[in-house]
């Protein structure tokens, strides 16, 4: 514990920091600004993460913060990787698939007086593009892993970048936590069958979406107007957690060699045909696994904890529950933390 503690020490003097951002004088497209005002409303708990996020790569990589090179992958504001450099850690790079993100994470490590590194926009292989003379040495990332349209390539491509690289992937994706997958099924439920908007919750984006399977069922009509209707809506279906460019792979093997795309064997995973971002995607351990070790990683799993910074009476349940946790295990973790390392030779 004692090098969460020196990570711990950081959070007061960061806050103060952050207690000082005035979001109305933050220039930027008005996402970034929003998603922002969450995590400042919310900071102390955030911080937590944070800490025991970069605690958990500490462990993992040797503990000398003075030589990692990072990636704060899926970056949004670059709060966690502006933390860290701020708590010591040797180069920092912010990275999102937005740029609206990458420039208020710039805009910001300029407010906040933390120089970083660098900045890249895009996916995973815009970061591996990037890294031509140094090797980043660890990748990690809150809320971001769940998204992931292909997590075998992306994990092989990390492996690319630096087959010796840890990682730390936060996800409030708990395969086992029953509670959470109830509430995870009914939203993934309601973006393939209703689609959504950007009331439903905060970092949702800020334009509605169409059901993900009448997307779907537009994007086949479009590529193949000659198939019959009864054809459309069986494809669209059955294409459910595949991007359009997979779709229409899917659709012209049925035309030529007639063979039906196979279902998705989970029964409500499904992602955004435009985007290729899940819907707070669920994976077992098991699956997990075998995506890390297909790459070269192995994997373990470390629960998280509850908010205790919430009001007294809530804070006194969500000490027991964290309590619990410890005791427990994974089953009412509110989320958890994937930690990759090199596979032992």
Known sequence: MESFKKIAEYIPAFEKKLNEIVISLLSGDPFPKKYLTHLLQHKKYYLKIYASTLELLLKNSGGNKEKIILIDYGAGNGLLGLFAKFCGFYKVYLNDISKNFTDAGEGLSIVLDIPIDGIITGEITAVANYFKMEKPTAIIGTDVIEHIYDLHSFFKEISHINSNMVSIFTTASNPVNKFKLRKLKRLQVKDEYQGGSPDDYFSFGQESVAPFIKTREQMIRKNFPALTDDNVLQLSSLTRGLIEKDIIN??????????????????????????????????TVEEYKEIYL????????????????????????????????????????????????????
């Open 294 to 345: 297909d790459a070269g990683f192995d994997l373990k799993i470390c629960n998280g904890f509850y908010n205790e910074c919430s009001g007294i009476s809530k804070r006194l349940l969500l000490k027991a529950a964290n309590l619990f946790i410890k005791i427990s295990g994974s089953l009412i973790a509110p989320f958890i933390s994937l930690v990759g390392t090199p596979v032992s030779k």
């Open 250 to 283: 899917a659709v012209q093997k049925f035309i030529d060699y007639k063979i039906l795309p196979i279902a998705l064997p989970h029964p409500t995973n499904t992602c955004d045909p435009v985007s290729g971002s899940w819907t707070e995607r669920i994976l």
